[in-house]
């Protein structure tokens, strides 16, 4: 595998592949890779003849009160993990190569509406900063698909506004989620919990999939499912952020018409702040 850290070198490797007519399939991370990834890294060997990954934890997404400098950080264990997963190239920049003048003050992506609501409420400017990020690193890699996960679901939404409203030629796929055995959904920030936490935090899960289940039924009774979702997080020892359903395209509250929803959750326990979500359809009722 190929390590890339300068803009020039991606930008010489890509024009290489673009003339060997070779489709990119690119896998953008923060690094601190787990199972969740390996199965991103599978789906993007199915999309392109060429697999490249970036690791960048991006300041711009963090808060001032996030975790940014404790964000784990494991360069080594990542790169073999790659070469495991037969990625042809990964990028690693540096912040100063991907913000030579600061990520205060530069050139932003902004997409109302979307974030503004769920994590957005919670976490000002996180959606700011990862809409910019990856419209920066989709113009470096100029990949034929990008793959995220659902895992982060008004993530991937975000971005696939943010390809449709700048017509941005790539075509962008959601992995499903990954889950340890007992249902909760892998995450780099899993390893902030403690034996307690870890044992509790499948809670979200289960909450997540009472509602699947009471929407599967033809329930239409939100503010119930997200009272009933809030109270088993707060139950199981966690500090809820919110549980909704929404439209699983636009993240609207959903009307009788709707069928494709998506309940979501968020909420701290510990030091970690945990999120997770269920798609599913709803039978239709107008
Ligand atoms: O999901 C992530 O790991 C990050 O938000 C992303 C998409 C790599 C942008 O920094």
């Known amino acids: 595998m190929q390590t890339i850290t300068r803009i020039a070198e991606l930008r010489a490797t890509v024009t290489r592949w673009r003339l060997a007519r070779e489709s990119i399939a690119f896998v953008p991370t923060m690094g601190n890779l787990h199972m969740g990834h390996a199965s991103l890294m ?144 892998l995450s780099s920030r899993n390893r902030y919990l403690s034996a307690a936490e870890r044992a509790a935090a499948p809670a979200m899960y289960r909450a997540l999939d009472a509602a699947r289940r009471r929407l599967e039924a033809g329930d239409m009774d939100y503010a119930g499912m997200q009272a009933e979702g809030l109270a088993a997080l707060a139950q199981a020892g966690f500090r809820p952020e919110y549980f909704e359903v929404r439209t699983a395209d636009r993240l609207a509250v959903p009307t009788e018409n709707d069928v494709r929803v998506v309940v979501l959750a968020a909420g701290r326990i510990g030091k970690a702040r945990l999120i997770d979500n269920i798609q599913c359809a709803a039978p239709r009722r107008g």
């Open 42 to 185: 599978s789906a993007a060997h199915l999309h392109g003849r060429r697999v490249i990954s970036s690791i960048f934890v991006n300041p711009m997404q963090f808060g001032p009160s996030d975790d940014f400098s404790a964000y784990p950080r494991t360069p080594d264990d990542d790169s073999s993990l790659l070469g495991e997963y037969g990625v042809d190239a990964l990028f690693h920049p540096t912040v100063e190569e991907m913000y030579p003048s600061g990520s205060v003050g530069s050139t932003v992506v902004d997409v109302p509406g979307l974030t503004d609501i769920l994590c957005g409420v919670f976490r000002p400017g996180h959606f700011q900063g990862v809409a910019t990020v990856v419209v920066k690193l989709l113009c470096l890699v100029q990949p034929d698909v990008a793959i995220f996960g659902e895992k982060d679901f008004q993530q991937l939404t975000v971005i696939r506004r943010v390809v449709d409203d700048l017509n941005l030629p790539v075509k962008i796929v959601g992995a499903p989620t990954v889950r340890a055995e007992d249902g909760l959904a």
